[in-house]
């Protein structure tokens, strides 16, 4: 695993969360860093994701006005921040490394997983 996640897990409904993602540095500089997400039975969801400049960034429509994602490329840090969190965003959310392609990205590193728990 060369990609480490943490920042998930228990809050309330309408609370928020922010997720860390570290690469190494060959990893950040040459690839979109991005976030999906799963649940069991599910296909992993497309979350955000973010160019190295920063110009192209993406998010799936469920989460659009209320999670951003960011970079910092000091350092090859990316985040996600999660604000007015719902029941339905419980999930095992994992950062991602890959090349960019219309609205997402194609994941070449995956990180561990990271759970995000939202009660009602």
């Known amino acids: 695993v060369q990609l480490q996640a943490s920042g998930g897990g228990l809050v309330q409904a309408g609370g928020s969360l922010r997720l860390s993602c570290t690469a190494p540095?060959?990893?950040?500089?040459?690839?979109?860093m991005g976030w999906f997400r799963q649940t069991p039975g599910k296909e992993r969801e497309f979350v955000a994701s973010?160019?190295?400049?920063?110009?192209?960034?993406f998010y799936g429509d469920s989460v659009k006005g209320r999670f951003t994602i960011s970079r910092d490329n000091a350092k090859n840090t990316a985040y996600l921040q999660m604000d007015s969190l719902r029941p339905e965003d419980t999930a095992v959310y994992y950062c991602a490394a890959g090349a960019r392609v219309v609205g997402s990205i194609r994941p070449r590193y995956w990180g561990q997983g990271t759970q995000v728990t939202v009660s009602s």
């Open positions: 973010k160019a190295w400049s920063g110009t192209y960034t």
């Open positions: 540095g060959r990893i950040f500089s040459s690839y979109d």
